[in-house]
């Protein structure tokens, strides 16, 4: 027995395998090299240690493996120790884009500030090194994680492009571009009239602009985000247990959701509806836009007194109006919200 | 919440399909606005006819887009810089309660947010009559100040409130003055949600028409207000060009705000 092959050994019983061993190993060795040093261990033992394909350890075999790992396992980190470099080794795992394109970098920096700072990369996929990660191989796994990850191992979000960015993005997106997208659906010769012509459901366009069904469609799609955004972090804030107790003692879905999650994230409902009343009330661009000259809200009659009849006094004593509904309809809610609270 | 009931908590089909139905309307004038932008027809069709970049040739060099895209960009810049300097003051001071009456003044500061912006604009276009600021550049950036710097106190006082106190006085105790503290120590820890607010204030510059319009000189124009009043001429597809570019323009800006500042937990 000499400390080569028993490294050797040590290796091929950890990797399951000589072929996974010599994948493994920290330095250059081939096969038939490895093949015949494990044949004169197992000579010199004067037993055979494992099964070569499957690959499986025999008695001997595990014996010896029980004995030596401790050594193996720990040689490279008490040699570490030793040089006074331990406390600077982060074994990573991630997939070659990342060990190529960000690591280096990443790197580069951390050195400057830890000089000693040594890292081991691997290049591995999500199912592998979720395996080395199990299996105290790596420290850290940079991966794409599906919705689930393994148990026992603690994973934080780098980068996620929520879809609530696709609720957001129309949200921040110009409001005269967004009206005018639906000037250009909506209109006599516009996509829906068009498409549905097309199909032989209609043989002359429907009126959807310069009307309420415009105003409503528009406006809709408008200040719908903000409503999501609003539901969003009210059904957030639903309690997940009473959900689950609700389901445990026997409710439907659809039941746990009208009793349980409805009436408890009615407040956020509330919110959402007040915001959208007063964001719709108070609109100018979109009904201006899709409604015309001709078909007017309070906001249009506002900038028509303004700018076009300048008649000044009539057109303050309007905006004294919306103002007065829009305040009045937020100190509502705020009372009702209120008593709501008391009540819970 | 604990993986046990992960798997209860997946949505069902009825659900997931009504909320990819609602992400698709919600795009819907996005994609038909970018679509028409590229029709070789002079007039506006979807789908469009051939395909031609000759309406975004025509923006870029029309003297009337760029002076208009020239005059949002210098207005959303100068209001956003100015609202950042005197949100986070006031968001500061408030916070701090160095004032009294400090809840009244929160509420006068973030009043543009819920008043018709109808009625700030008219309300500064008879204020402006008064004073002789109507038609002045520097009475539009200030009326930009007012509806942007609800959203930087808002996203300012929000991100204070989640910061430990101590971590200032450990400055001060350290030797740093009131402002070094301030400028190494808080600025830094608010800064994430600043940026979400700056970029808040900086599209509801760009976006805004209804004080704008009110306000804005005889032969002075913002890109919004130019689109607003050209459809009301009659459209070309330029008008669906430029509103790509700012589609474009937006989604970048949204995406780089994303992985910056993780923009979508500050909306």
């Not at chain 1, 075999?61 to 006074?84: H, S």
């Not at chain 2, 959303?76 to 009244?104: D, H, M, N, Q």
Request: with cysteine; hydrophobic share 55%; proline share 5%.
């Amino acid at each position: 027995m000499n400390i080569h092959h028993l490294e050797l050994f040590y290796y091929v019983a950890r990797h399951g395998g000589i072929v996974p061993a010599v994948r493994n190993m920290p330095y250059g060795i081939q096969q038939p090299a490895v093949s015949g040093q494990i044949a004169r261990l197992e000579e010199s033992l004067g037993t055979k240690l494992f099964n070569r394909r499957p690959f499986a350890l025999l008695p001997a075999g595990k014996e010896l493996f029980e004995f030596i790992r401790p050594f193996f396992d720990k040689i490279d980190r008490v040699g570490e120790a030793i040089r006074g470099g331990s406390a600077h080794h982060l074994r990573v795992a991630a997939p070659a884009i990342v060990l190529y394109d960000y690591l280096p970098e990443i790197f580069r920096r951390v050195r400057k500030h830890f000089p000693s700072f040594r890292l081991s990369l691997h290049e591995a996929a999500r199912i592998e090194a979720e395996r080395l990660l199990q299996a105290g191989e790596i420290d850290i796994a940079i991966t794409v994680l599906e919705r689930k990850k393994a148990t026992a191992v603690r994973s934080r979000a780098l980068l996620e492009l929520p879809l609530i960015l696709l609720v957001i993005f129309p949200m921040m997106l110009n409001l005269v571009v967004r009206s005018f997208g639906w000037i250009a659906l909506l209109a006599n010769r516009g996509l829906v009239n068009n498409l549905l012509i097309q199909l032989g459901l209609i043989s002359t366009p429907m009126k959807l602009m310069f009307n309420l069904t415009g105003l409503m469609i528009g406006l809709t799609h408008i200040y719908l985000p903000f409503m999501v955004l609003m539901l969003v972090a009210a059904i957030r804030n639903v309690p997940r247990d009473v959900e689950a107790a609700a389901a445990t003692l026997g409710s439907s879905r659809l039941h746990v959701f009208t009793a349980v999650t409805l009436p408890l994230s009615a407040p956020g409902i509330l919110a959402g509806s007040i915001l959208v009343f007063v964001l719709t009330i108070s609109a100018l661009v979109t009904p201006r836009m899709l409604g015309g000259p001709t078909y007017k809200v309070m906001a249009t009659l506002i900038y028509d007194e303004f700018m076009q009849l300048l008649d000044w006094p009539s057109g303050s004593a309007l905006s004294f109006a919306l103002t007065a509904m829009a305040i009045g309809v937020i100190w509502l809610s705020s009372r009702l919200t209120r008593r709501w609270a008391g009540m819970a | 919440m604990s993986s046990a009931t992960d798997s209860d908590d997946r949505p069902g089909f009825a659900v997931t399909t009504t909320a990819l139905a609602v992400i698709v309307f919600l795009q819907i004038p996005v994609i038909v606005v970018v679509l028409a932008a590229f029709s070789t027809t002079s007039y506006l069709t979807i789908p469009p006819r051939g395909l031609t970049l000759a309406w975004f040739g025509k923006v870029l060099t029309d003297p009337t887009y760029l002076a208009a895209i020239r005059m949002s960009l210098m207005l959303a810049c100068g209001s956003t810089v100015i609202s950042l300097v005197l949100g986070v003051a006031a968001a500061y001071a408030l916070f701090r309660k160095a004032l009294p009456g400090s809840e009244a003044i929160t509420s006068v500061l973030m009043a543009p947010l819920i008043l018709p912006a109808v009625v700030i604009g008219v309300a500064l276009l008879q204020y402006y009559s008064l004073t002789g600021l109507r038609g002045s550049l520097f009475g539009l950036l200030m009326a930009h100040v007012v509806i942007t710097v609800p959203y930087i106190v808002r996203s300012a006082l929000a991100s204070l409130a989640g910061l430990d106190l101590a971590v200032e006085e450990a400055a001060r105790v350290l030797g740093a003055n009131g402002f070094e503290a301030f400028r190494l120590v808080t600025l830094p820890l608010i800064q994430p949600g600043l940026v979400a607010g700056a970029l808040f204030a900086f599209i509801t510059s760009l976006d805004n028409v209804p004080v704008t319009i009110f306000l804005i000189g005889a032969n002075q124009t913002t890109l919004p207000v130019l689109i607003f009043s050209s459809v009301e001429m009659g459209i070309d597809p330029s008008v669906a060009a430029v509103s790509t570019l700012l589609i474009v323009a937006t989604g970048i800006i949204l995406l780089i705000a994303e992985r910056v500042a993780g923009f979508h937990r500050f909306v």
